[in-house]
């Protein structure tokens, strides 16, 4: 089941590739169809799912040797930390496919594209073996390459290859990382499984370079911390991201910000942290000091921004940022909130992008000021009441709305991190206040004040548009006001990796 | 003593081949010089014989390590295996000159000649047992080589190469012979066995001499294979010869430097501890240098070959550094490696060709818009040059983390991560390559001809191995293992 869920994308876009460019509808239609099946494969999975237990699902688990020689297996598996991601990972395809559906230049290779890349982000979020999670981790990297550079806006070819350099220098970092934890834990069977790998075995380990001595533990946790922390990304290694969100066309800013980024911080949950639980609770602080300035610098950046696609970039690192707070502060409350935050900020940050693209596809450009001091985009309230409304969604769930879903999981992740760093969550609701001030800012000027000339002429959204934002919305809303659902998925399984940390 | 010669030849059989195959088409080419449809025969026939040979050397796989004509040359698997990849690569160049235009008409019976020439000649180096007939190899393919690089007659760019590639080559074998006299002077033979015997007994000073001696042999050897002091003139002959010249270039005699420097490893692991040691410090300095050097020259090559020059020098460090750990666990990495970056080569070359033979020029502005000229041979360029570059699921990337695991498994950090860092300068100069093919358009539009159906099948048949190889590379990946342990301890 897994492995279908895996392969069947990559089958697909072989599949699309054998086409001719001639026949557009059909390349459309299978990659429609492809993500609606998998998009309902996922959601059986969840009905068979049982979320009381907390381990991986047995019934799913797959282990098959693979290379022999060096005990890689190929391994999959899921439990509740990885089910929300897959969940999210199928939706957000599945109306990317919609809302590409007016993609003009290259039909084929780009659905061929987007269908590799789910594959792949598919991979990374079940693979539980080492090697198998690598090759998944790195092979998202060149569909995103073209994708960007082929699709994207004016500076796209920049973008793209900033991106996979910074991107491919984390991740091959991590993989000497990897090396060393396969042969420090002896070569054996389990030496590349993730799994097996937990509990903090590596902390009495020491070896010596030009004389001095180092920690195993700290330093490679550090080596893996790197590889992760460029994804997420936290505040150094961030610089990669304003541009590959903004010169991203509409459907792969949606996947980049909706589920790449989350990839980063599964990595910490699923590898970094479990692995390595000393070094991980000794150097907590450091990490919750980053993510705190991911979230107050993001959010004055983001501020300063006269192109709404470059706000709403930056409001992506603010809110990765609580993300990394309540992950290194090890309490129930916050990994929960920050797992179900995963999640949220998946889908409000999809929505913002998508209803940016919608507003790109009337307007080609995306200007609140333009560079020359005149008015981009005003008074679209009139011109455009639907798109204002769901716009205002959007905007209040990234917001943090009380009643929408973002509010539930940042509460939880300050009622967490509070009990750990109480000062540091005190300067993170400072962040959560100009999260606050640019949003509605941003909507000010956007929607309300004098209709400009070019704004009467924009078109409300149509159906297929409509049709689109719609289960987003819902999802948002329905889980606003009803956080269980998702809070049971993933309650038992945080429950069991937060026992690997001393209290 | 004849008896004995005589039967050691049974096992020398595919050297015998090419050498009596390489004197068949000399005399055929010096006969039948101005017949056209001539030229298919002689390649027909190269290529018959090539494959003979490769099915005698398959034979040899599994015979015992024994030393053969009087302790001169070693026969073992792993050696076995290496002259197995320099003649698949010599057969698969042999398309290439067929049908390239950058050698002259007259000129392309001349050019298996001398390929095959060089091809014995790497087979002797890998074989090698003995100081000397380490040098008559290497000179053997040397020599053969700079008449190879001018093989342009007209084209001044070929002389120039040809040129610094002989005084270059000159000059570091004189250095080399100058290290083997003395050696000879320490140890009163040439050989390596007598070589591990008396390195047992060696003093303080004694020492010092055999290291400097290793030093000097390295400068030859180096040169080969492009290592850091030597590699000056890698570039501008890698430019200046023909491509067909140039392919054969990146792949054979890289063969023969590589299995050089791995004897020398076997050679000073069987010897004492001391040495090896110090054999291993110094070579993962020269390779992290030779990997630096190579890497960051690249980035800013306008000229693809050049750029493929460089990045061969890069791949060369990398080797180097796996055949730098002690106790022979590197040299199935070697191999493996080798036989990877073989097939890379090959097809970036083939693609190389043709660009070149519709521009007149290899300069990276013409490879723009690739995709739209020819998909297919775009996408099989992206595919080689992503595995050069060491990008999962391809062939590459297995090779890459073979010689990390290794690096990792001996504790050598600092260098894994040096290795680390140069994989991601190295994916830059490969990415602009990729995305001036297939992101970029150029201006004219006309379908790149010349890919006729059997060159296209070709190109696809030997990308394919790159990804099949990235998948499932278990079995090949413990074939040469076992292949390694059986290599001959002196």
Redesign the interface.
């Known amino acids: 089941m897994l492995s279908i869920i895996i392969f069947l994308p990559l089958l697909a876009s072989l599949l699309v590739l054998v086409f001719s460019k001639e026949q557009e509808k059909l390349i459309k239609q299978v990659s429609f169809f492809t993500t609606l099946i998998i998009f309902i494969l996922t959601i059986v999975l969840g009905f068979n799912f049982d979320f009381s237990s907390g381990s991986l699902q047995n019934e799913y688990y797959v282990s098959v040797p ?5 005990h890689i297996n190929y391994t999959l598996g899921i439990d509740g930390i990885s089910y929300p991601m897959v969940f999210l990972n199928a939706l957000l395809f599945l109306i990317c496919m919609v809302s590409s559906w007016k993609v003009e230049k290259n039909i084929k290779a780009y659905f061929s594209l987007l269908l590799l890349l789910q594959s792949s982000i598919f991979g990374v979020f079940l693979s539980l073996d080492f090697f198998l999670f ?2 998944f981790w ?2 998202m ?2 569909p995103m ?2 994708l960007i ?2 699709w994207g806006g004016e500076n796209r ?1 920049y973008a793209a ?1 900033k991106f ?2 910074y991107t ?2 984390g991740s ?2 991590m ?2 990382g990897i ?2 934890l ?2 420090v834990s002896g070569q054996t069977q389990d030496s590349f499984s993730i799994v097996s790998m937990y509990g903090g075995k590596f902390s009495n380990i020491t ?1 010596n ?2 004389g001095s001595t180092f920690s195993f533990e700290n ?1 490679f946790f550090w080596m893996l911390f790197l590889g992760f922390a460029i994804k997420v990304p936290i505040f150094p290694f961030h610089t990669w991201l304003p541009h590959a969100h903004v010169q991203a066309p509409t459907a792969v800013s949606v996947i980049l910000a909706g589920v790449l980024l989350k990839m980063g911080t599964y990595g910490f949950i699923r590898i970094a942290f479990p692995i390595f639980p000393h070094a991980a609770q000794t150097y907590s602080y450091v990490i919750a000091v980053l993510g705190i300035i991911s979230i107050v610098h993001g959010a004055f950046c983001a501020l300063a921004q006269t192109d709404v696609k470059k706000l709403v970039a930056y409001s992506s690192v603010s809110h990765m940022g609580f993300v990394m707070l309540g992950l290194s502060s090890f309490t129930p409350a916050s990994v929960n909130g920050a797992v179900m935050q995963m999640f949220n900020h998946g889908t409000s940050t999809a929505m913002m992008f998508l209803l940016i693209g919608i507003i790109y596809d009337r307007s080609h450009h995306r200007w609140i000021v333009k560079p020359d001091g005149s008015r981009g985009f005003s008074g679209l309230a009139i011109a455009m009441p639907v798109y204002t409304i769901i716009f205002m969604i959007g905007m209040f769930a990234s917001l943090g709305l009380p009643g929408l879903s973002g509010f539930v999981s940042e509460l939880l992740i300050f009622m967490g991190s509070f009990q750990t760093f109480e000062g540091l969550t005190i300067l993170a609701s400072i962040g959560l206040f100009f999260g606050a001030a640019y949003l509605l800012w941003m909507y000010r000027r956007m929607f309300f004040g004098e209709v400009t000339e070019e704004v009467k002429h924009y078109s409300d959204m149509n159906f297929r548009e409509v049709a689109y934002m719609l289960p987003l919305c819902l999802l948002v809303i329905y889980l606003g006001i009803f956080p269980a659902p998702l809070a049971n998925v993933m309650k038992a399984s945080v429950g069991l990796y937060l026992e690997q940390f001393i209290k | 003593m004849l008896i004995q010669l005589l039967s050691n030849i049974s096992y020398y059989l595919p050297e015998c081949i090419l050498v009596v195959g390489m004197t068949l088409l000399l005399l055929l080419e010096s006969t039948y010089v101005s017949k056209e449809k001539f030229r298919l025969f002689v390649y027909l026939l190269a290529l018959i014989v090539l494959v003979l040979a490769f099915v005698l050397l398959a034979s040899n796989l599994d015979a015992p390590s024994l030393h053969l004509f009087g302790k001169a040359v070693v026969l073992d698997q792993w050696g076995t295996m290496l002259k197995i990849f320099a003649v698949l690569s010599t057969a698969g160049i042999l398309y290439l000159a067929y049908t390239s235009k950058d050698i002259y008409q007259e000129f392309k019976s001349e050019f298996i000649i001398l390929a095959f020439g060089v091809l014995i000649g790497t087979m002797l180096v890998i074989s090698s047992a003995n100081f000397l007939s380490l040098y008559i190899g290497i000179e053997t393919v040397s020599i053969l080589s700079y008449v190879l690089a001018s093989l342009k007659k007209h084209d001044i760019g070929s002389l120039e190469s040809g040129l610094k590639y002989s005084l270059f080559g000159a000059l570091s074998a004189g250095v080399m012979l100058f290290g083997l006299s003395h050696l000879y002077g320490l140890i009163g033979s040439l050989d390596y066995a007598d070589f591990v015997q008396k390195s047992a007994t060696m003093d303080a000073n004694q020492l010092i001499v055999a290291k400097t001696c290793i030093i000097l042999l390295f400068a030859g050897l180096g040169f080969k294979v492009a290592a850091f002091p030597m590699h000056m003139w890698s570039p501008d002959v890698y430019q200046g010869s023909p491509t067909p010249v140039t392919a054969f270039f990146a792949t054979v005699p890289k063969i023969a430097g590589v299995a050089a420097f791995a004897r020398i490893t076997m050679l000073l692991s069987d010897s004492s501890t001391d040495l090896m040691e110090w054999w291993t410090h110094f070579i993962q300095i020269i390779g992290i240098i030779t990997m630096s050097v190579g890497n960051l020259c690249a980035l800013n090559q306008e000229s693809v070959k050049r750029m493929l020059a460089y990045s061969s020098m890069g791949h060369m460090g990398f080797i180097i550094l796996a055949i730098s750990i002690p106790d022979k666990l590197g040299i199935s990495a070697t191999l493996f490696y080798l036989g990877m970056y073989l097939i890379m080569t090959l097809v970036s070359f083939y693609v190389v060709d043709q660009v070149n033979k519709e521009y007149g020029s290899d300069a990276s502005y013409f490879f723009k818009g690739l995709i739209k000229k020819h998909a297919f041979m775009a996408i099989s360029f992206s595919i080689a040059l992503f595995s050069l570059a060491g990008m999962p699921p391809l062939a590459g990337f297995v090779a890459k983390f073979n010689i990390l695991s290794l690096l990792v498994e001996n504790k050598f950090y600092t260098v894994a991560i040096l290795v680390a860092l140069n994989s991601v300068v190295a994916l830059f100069y490969y990415l602009i390559l990729v995305k001036k093919a297939i992101v970029d358009s150029s201006d004219d539009t006309a379908i790149l001809k010349g890919f006729t159906f059997l060159k296209q099948l070709y190109i696809c048949g030997i990308t394919l191995p790159l990804i099949l190889f990235g998948l499932f590379w278990d079995k090949i990946y413990s074939f040469f293992k076992v292949l390694s342990f059986f290599n001959f301890k002196m």
């Open positions: 693979w290379i022999q020689s060096l690598y090759i790195e092979v990297l060149i390459f073209f550079a082929i070819e290859t996979i350099l491919f220098f091959i970092l993989l000497v090396i060393a396969y042969f070896f370079v030009f330093f």
